[in-house]
């Protein structure tokens, strides 16, 4: 799948100047091994919310100083045949992408700890890598974001993440709370998606997002499994068919 490739090569540039490399070796990694289902969803909600005839706009003013994305350009078009541009989205889609990534690596820390076994200094060590590129995966999600309308929901994802955490040592059902995660970083792509189309996410985006979060549970398949039954479905459906207010669902969760 061309968009995630796109997203891949997007998230890559924007850990370009971690240092030491060791460090950015591991993120490169993390970034390899990732499904791009959230990054591949925020460029498919684009591509449905312009299907109405809304124009994607020019995003570049919202890339990092110096830095460009990929060279990739797609080929859908929107609905007065106007080629869609993904290549400055792909950059926002990264960011969701980012953050999404850093939160998973936190969970996976918190559930399985390297540092339990103090004997095991390799073990400590990775640890050690993995808590600082989860912090430096949020924090770059977040700068791609921070000057577009999704970056509200951003914070309240992971502060939601935070919260859920906190209470899953004590939860009968603490599948179910992890997987809180994924619903709100589907929602943070669709929102992310439209906003950058200048409208907000329809009650089908919305419910679309929701099935494939519950479908993927707290494991996202690769995107070309995870999202080619649903991308048809995507474009299919304009905003004519109801807008979701942003001051409400659209936002928050």
Same mark, same amino acid.
């Given at each position: 799948?061309?968009?995630?490739?796109? =997203?891949?090569?997007?998230? /890559?540039?924007? +850990?370009?100047?971690?240092?030491?490399?060791?460090?950015?070796?591991?993120?490169?990694?993390?970034?390899?091994?990732? /499904?791009?289902?959230?990054?591949?969803?925020?460029?498919?909600?684009?591509?449905?919310?312009?299907?109405?005839?809304? !124009? +994607?706009?020019?995003?570049? *003013?919202?890339?990092?100083?110096?830095?460009?994305?990929?060279?990739?350009?797609?080929?859908?078009?929107?609905?007065? !045949?106007?080629? @869609?541009?993904?290549?400055?989205?792909?950059?926002?889609?990264?960011?969701?992408?980012?953050?999404?990534?850093?939160?998973?690596?936190?969970?996976?820390?918190?559930?399985?700890?390297?540092?339990?076994?103090?004997?095991?200094?390799?073990?400590?060590?990775?640890?050690?890598?993995?808590?600082?590129?989860?912090? @430096?995966?949020?924090?770059? $999600?977040?700068?791609?974001?921070?000057? &577009?309308?999704?970056?509200?929901?951003?914070?309240?994802?992971?502060?939601?993440?935070?919260?859920?955490?906190?209470?899953?040592?004590?939860?009968?059902?603490?599948?179910? +709370? !992890?997987?809180?995660?994924?619903?709100?970083?589907?929602?943070?792509?669709?929102?992310?998606?439209?906003?950058?189309?200048?409208?907000?996410?329809?009650?089908?985006?919305?419910? &679309?997002?929701?099935? @494939?979060?519950?479908?993927? $549970?707290?494991?996202?398949?690769?995107?070309?499994? =995870?999202?080619? $039954?649903?991308?048809? *479905?995507? *474009?299919?459906? /304009?905003?004519?068919?109801?807008?979701?207010?942003?001051?409400?669902?659209?936002?928050?969760?």
């Amino acid at each position: 799948m061309e968009k995630a490739d796109s =997203c891949r090569r997007a998230a /890559s540039e924007a +850990i370009a100047d971690v240092e030491p490399p060791q460090l950015h070796d591991y993120i490169e990694a993390v970034l390899d091994e990732a /499904s791009m289902v959230p990054g591949v969803l925020t460029l498919e909600s684009a591509t449905a919310a312009a299907s109405d005839g809304s !124009d +994607i706009p020019d995003l570049e *003013s919202d890339l990092p100083a110096g830095r460009s994305v990929s060279d990739h350009e797609d080929g859908h078009t929107t609905a007065d !045949d106007t080629p @869609i541009n993904h290549e400055p989205l792909a950059t926002q889609a990264a960011g969701v992408q980012l953050i999404y990534e850093g939160l998973r690596l936190t969970r996976l820390l918190a559930h399985d700890e390297p540092w339990a076994n103090e004997s095991d200094a390799a073990e400590s060590n990775t640890g050690d890598l993995a808590i600082l590129a989860a912090d @430096i995966l949020v924090a770059r $999600g977040f700068h791609l974001l921070a000057r &577009t309308d999704a970056a509200g929901k951003a914070v309240r994802t992971v502060q939601t993440f935070g919260r859920d955490q906190a209470r899953r040592e004590t939860a009968t059902d603490p599948a179910t +709370i !992890d997987a809180n995660l994924e619903h709100d970083i589907l929602e943070l792509a669709v929102l992310t998606g439209t906003a950058a189309v200048g409208t907000t996410p329809s009650p089908h985006l919305l419910a &679309t997002a929701e099935t @494939i979060a519950d479908d993927a $549970g707290t494991v996202f398949p690769p995107a070309t499994e =995870c999202l080619d $039954g649903h991308e048809p *479905s995507l *474009s299919d459906h /304009s905003l004519d068919e109801h807008t979701t207010d942003r001051a409400t669902s659209a936002t928050d969760h």
